[in-house]
């Protein structure tokens, strides 16, 4: 993988040019296709590439925590993250793999799936105080559960409350609709956009599917391999 923007061109070291910046932060890791839509057949694998896995594992190897709608966790099957030799240097001093936190208002989970009884990391569960009572008791057996909100979950309360657990730099994997909201409330701090050449047509959503939101941003970087661009946007300064 080599850097095309900023000049000169060269390789790139992926841990050092993600490095986080401070310790809070919310970063968007999101791929998609030269025409904007995110998934093919309903899953983002489709567009992905050696390159695009390669960078998805050093993200999760720096991040506290890896965030993600429960709609996301059901489409794209998600377990918990597995410590890899490779992560050791960028986790010193942190457990060996992030948790897995999901944003779910309904508590509409599988409890009984790997991402909840074989997280080595406990996996964090994020809901509203309208969640069912049972289902959030049966949540806490099996995962951390946060009650973020009212009859919705708030995002800045939820991200607020996995910074206060050492939480604090978050890499968001979507869907769209938490894209949306995280962007809506100004929480998102940059985005990390894999552009795949592939013209895909169909509905497929854009990356931020929800509510309008203005974030202005900086084009941090260009990365270029077999014909992916990695993009890593930065939220200007307020």
Wanted: proline share 8%; hydrophobic share 45%.
């Amino acid at each position: 993988m080599r850097r095309i923007h900023p000049g000169p061109a060269g390789d790139v070291d992926l841990a050092a040019a993600y490095a986080y910046p401070r310790e809070r932060w919310v970063r968007l890791n999101m791929v998609a296709s030269a025409d904007g839509g995110i998934s093919v057949g309903g899953l983002s694998e489709g567009l992905s590439s050696k390159g695009d896995r390669r960078l998805f594992g050093v993200l999760r190897g720096l991040a506290d925590v890896v965030l993600a709608g429960a709609a996301t966790v059901r489409a794209e099957g998600y377990g918990p993250a597995r410590p890899r030799a490779s992560w050791e240097p960028l986790r010193a001093g942190r457990p060996p793999a992030p948790p897995i936190a999901v944003i779910t208002g309904r508590l509409d989970l599988d409890l009984t799936s790997p991402l909840f009884t074989e997280a080595l990391a406990r996996t964090v569960v994020i809901t509203a105080e309208t969640a069912p009572a049972e289902l959030r008791s049966r949540a806490a057996k099996v995962a951390d559960v946060i009650v973020a909100g009212g009859d919705r979950v708030d995002m800045a309360l939820a991200v607020a409350a996995l910074g206060e657990r050492g939480l604090g730099r978050v890499l968001c994997e979507g869907g769209p609709r938490i894209n949306a909201q995280l962007a809506a409330a100004g929480l998102v701090d940059e985005l990390c956009l894999t552009v795949s050449p592939l013209l895909i047509g169909g509905d497929a959503a854009r990356i931020l599917d929800g509510p309008p939101s203005h974030t202005p941003t900086t084009l941090s970087h260009v990365l270029e391999e077999d014909g992916f661009l990695f993009c890593k946007y930065t939220r200007e300064p307020r």
